[in-house]
């Protein structure tokens, strides 16, 4: 934490204002949350009890001082919970805009444009982790490369559907119809000695097969036209 606000105190912040958000802020932060950005209104005219608004690598809370400064009002929202974020310079300073899936919204104005800036790019980062929740595990660490596992889990699966495969039908491929017919590579009866019954019940099995994917649509066609001849 102690990193983050030496950068964000290098971003023209009030070190006062910073200090007293942070303090109020440690004993509301959850486990692994740490603030990402804060941004501190600066009021043209007046600038006493400025509001402030913190991102976190979970959640985007709003600081405003009540009762002359001497508590705080804290809302947050979770990031699943807001669905955009917008930055709308002026003359004197940017305001910065959030919605929530409720449709509420909510602006903090007068905001150094800088500072919110900074804001809306550390909100945008955190939206997009949201679309693509595949490439981070948790807190933004990416996740280690699978490719090679996989790879082999694909490749064992396909020995073995080949192997069932084999046992189930012998590999024979039917280049021409002058090889060896239907029945003497399956070990079967003759076509010529099944009723059409029989055979037309064949030919739905192949059909099965095929729609399985345990057989190319070329063996099909071949064990079709064979089977065809005797019906």
Not at 172 to 191: F, H, M, Q, W
Request: contains cysteine.
């Amino acid at each position: 934490m102690i990193d983050n606000l030496k950068k964000i105190l290098n971003e023209d912040q009030d070190p006062k204002a910073i200090e007293k958000i942070t303090a109020k802020l440690e004993n509301l932060l959850m486990s692994n949350e740490e603030i990402g950005y804060i941004a501190v209104q600066k009021k043209p005219a007046v600038n006493i009890l400025p509001d402030s608004i913190v991102v976190t690598n979970k959640r985007i809370i709003l600081c405003k001082p009540k009762n002359l400064g001497l508590s705080m009002e804290f809302v947050d929202y979770d990031w699943e919970d807001i669905v955009a974020s917008f930055v709308k310079e002026g003359i004197l300073g940017a305001d910065y805009t959030f919605t929530t899936k409720s449709d509420l919204t909510h602006t903090v104005d007068y905001l150094p444009k800088n500072q919110a800036r900074k804001l809306y790019t550390y909100a945008k980062e955190q939206l997009d982790l949201l679309k693509n929740p595949r490439a981070v595990v948790s807190d933004g660490a990416k996740m280690p490369e699978q490719q090679l596992v996989i790879s082999d889990d694909i490749e064992e699966v396909a020995t073995e559907e080949v192997t069932n495969f084999a046992e189930i039908l012998p590999a024979t491929t039917y280049a021409s119809y002058d090889e060896p017919k239907l029945e003497a590579a399956t070990g079967e009866r003759k076509l010529s000695e099944l009723s059409q019954d029989e055979l037309f019940e064949k030919l739905q099995n192949y059909k099965k097969l095929l729609d399985n994917g345990l057989i190319l649509q070329g063996e099909y066609d071949n064990y079709k036209k064979e089977i065809l001849s005797y019906m």
